[in-house]
C-alpha cells in the first residue's frame, strides 16, 4: 500500500464516520420530530466521529514514521553477521549505507551486501504494512467507539469544541516550537564557529575574506545598513505620502485603480528587481555619475538601494493604508469641527492616532530590506568593502550567508560555520529593532487611550 491509497482510504473513512455519526444521533430520539431531544445536533456527532478517524490517524501516522528508520536499522543489525559488524565503538552509518546501496550496484555488488539489502527491504516493507495497519484499524476502532456511545444525552458539541481547541492549541505550539528550534540550532552552530573564531575578531574585524580565513563582519554591517538606509529613504517618504492620499484625498474611483497598481509592486519577483537595478539602474547612475564628474562603481550601494526601495514600497503604503482607514471617523469629525483644515487634521490628529500602525509598517519594511539578497547580488557585488560611500560596490550579511552555504560545505570549517553567525547577528538585531519599535508604539498609544 503506497501513502496516496492510505491518504484516501482515511478520507473514505473520515466521509463514512461523519454519516454515520448523523444518522446515528438522528436514530437515537426516534424521528426528525423528536430532534430537539438531543443535547447536540446531529452534525456535531458526525464531526466527533470525523475527528475520530482524523486526529489518531494523523498521530499514528507522524509518530510511526518518525520511528520507522530506526527500528529497521536495529531490526538490519540485528541480522548481519558478526563478521561484517564494525569493530566495537564504530559507527554503523557505513555498513547501513552499503546495504541500502546494495541494490543499485547490481551484480557489481558483494553478494552478502545484495543479500542483506533483500532482508532491508523486507524489513522495510513489513514496518510500513503494519505502520499502515495500525493507521486503519486504530481510528476505525476509535470512531466505533464513539459511534456505541451516541445518544440524546451525549455531549458531542462540547467534546468537539474540545477537540478543536487542542488543535488549535497544538498548532500555536508547533509555531513556537519552531521559532525555538531556529533560534537553538542557529545558537549552537554559532557557539562552534566561536569557538575556532573569537567573538571580537568577528564583531569588530575589518576585514572579510573567507578564503585567508579572515571573517571581520563589519563591512558586512556596514554594506547592509548603507543599503537598508537607502531603501528606507526612498520608501518610507513615497509609501507614506502615497498611503495619506489614498486615504484622505484620492476619490473612490482613482483609489479602486491606484492601490492594486501600487500593490502590483509587491507581486513581482525580486530576480526581476534585480535584472532591473543591473541592467538600467545602476548603468543609469554610472552614466549620470560621469556626467558630473564622479566616479561610480559598475556595482553599487546606491543602485541597489533604490531599486530596493521600491520593491518595499507597498509593505509602508498598504499597512499605513489600512492603519489610517481605521482611525475613527469622530476624530476627524471632532477637528473639523474645531475650524482644523484637512491637512492640519491629517498632521496633528490623523498620523499620530495611526504612528503605532506606521511604525509597525515601517520596520517590516526596514526587515524586508534587511533580509533582502537577489537585489545585492545582483546590483551592489560581492565584494566586503568597509565605505559609506553609497556609489561604491558594497555586501550584505545575507549575500555572504548565502555565499557561505552554496557549493560543497564544510560543516567543520569555519568558512560555512560563519553563516550562522552571521544569522545570529542578524535575528539579535531584528529583535533590536522590534523592542525599539514596541517602546515607540507604546509611547504614542498612551496618549491616545
Request: aromatic letters at 8%.
Amino acid at each position: 500500500m503506497s501513502i496516496n491509497t492510505l491518504l484516501i482510504a482515511l478520507a473514505v473513512l473520515a466521509i463514512i464516520a461523519y454519516w454515520s455519526g448523523v444518522q446515528r444521533a438522528k436514530g437515537s430520539v426516534g424521528s426528525l420530530a423528536n430532534i430537539k431531544r438531543l443535547h447536540s445536533r446531529p452534525t456535531y456527532h458526525g464531526l466527533l466521529m470525523l475527528f475520530g478517524i482524523i486526529v489518531p490517524a494523523v498521530i499514528l501516522l507522524i509518530g510511526l514514521s518518525a520511528f520507522e528508520n530506526s527500528i529497521a536499522e536495529q531490526m538490519m543489525i540485528a541480522q548481519v553477521p558478526q563478521s561484517m559488524l564494525p569493530a566495537e565503538g564504530q559507527s554503523t552509518g557505513l555498513l547501513l549505507t552499503q546495504i541500502r546501496n546494495a541494490a543499485f550496484l547490481g551484480d557489481s555488488a558483494d553478494p552478502a551486501l545484495l543479500d542483506l539489502n533483500t532482508k532491508w527491504q523486507s524489513i522495510v516493507a513489513n514496518l510500513q504494512t503494519i505502520k499502515y495497519g495500525l493507521t486503519l484499524a486504530i481510528p476505525a476502532l476509535v470512531a466505533m467507539a464513539i459511534y456505541f456511545k451516541i445518544n440524546p444525552t451525549f455531549r458531542a458539541r462540547n467534546r468537539v469544541e474540545s477537540v478543536v481547541k487542542w488543535i488549535l492549541m497544538t498548532c500555536a505550539s508547533l509555531a513556537i516550537l519552531t521559532t525555538v528550534g531556529i533560534v537553538f540550532s542557529v545558537l549552537f552552530e554559532s557557539i562552534r564557529f566561536f569557538n575556532m573564531i573569537p567573538f571580537t575578531d568577528f564583531m569588530f574585524g575589518t576585514h572579510y575574506s573567507p578564503s585567508s580565513d579572515t571573517f571581520g563582519a563589519v563591512p558586512l554591517f556596514a554594506g547592509t545598513a548603507l543599503i537598508s538606509l537607502i531603501a528606507l529613504l526612498v520608501s518610507v517618504p513615497l509609501g507614506l505620502l502615497s498611503a495619506i492620499y489614498l486615504s484622505e484625498y484620492a476619490t473612490p474611483r482613482i483609489r479602486a485603480v491606484a492601490k492594486p497598481a501600487l500593490e502590483v509592486l509587491a507581486g513581482i519577483p525580486t530576480v526581476v528587481y534585480g535584472v532591473f537595478a543591473a541592467l538600467t539602474i545602476a548603468p543609469a547612475i554610472r552614466s549620470f555619475g560621469e556626467t558630473i564628474g564622479l566616479s561610480v562603481s559598475s556595482e553599487s550601494a546606491l543602485a541597489a538601494g533604490l531599486v530596493m526601495g521600491v520593491m518595499i514600497i507597498p509593505f509602508v503604503s498598504s499597512l499605513s493604508d489600512d492603519v489610517i482607514n481605521a482611525v475613527p471617523q469622530s476624530l476627524r469629525d471632532g477637528a473639523y469641527g474645531l475650524g482644523s483644515t484637512r491637512s492640519e487634521t491629517i498632521r496633528k490628529v490623523i498620523f499620530p492616532a495611526a504612528l503605532p500602525g506606521i511604525v509597525g509598517s515601517v520596520l517590516l519594511a526596514a526587515s524586508r530590506a534587511i533580509g533582502e539578497t537577489m537585489i545585492v547580488v545582483m546590483a551592489a557585488g560581492l565584494a566586503a568593502n568597509l565605505t559609506a560611500n553609497p556609489l561604491e560596490a558594497v555586501t550584505t550579511v545575507t549575500v555572504q550567508m548565502v555565499t557561505a552555504l552554496v557549493g560543497d560545505q564544510e560543516f567543520e570549517s569555519p568558512k560555512t560555520l560563519v553563516a550562522f553567525a552571521l544569522g545570529l547577528v542578524l535575528f539579535v538585531a531584528t529583535l533590536l529593532l522590534n523592542v525599539i519599535a514596541l517602546h515607540v508604539v507604546r509611547r504614542y498609544r498612551e496618549q491616545y487611550d
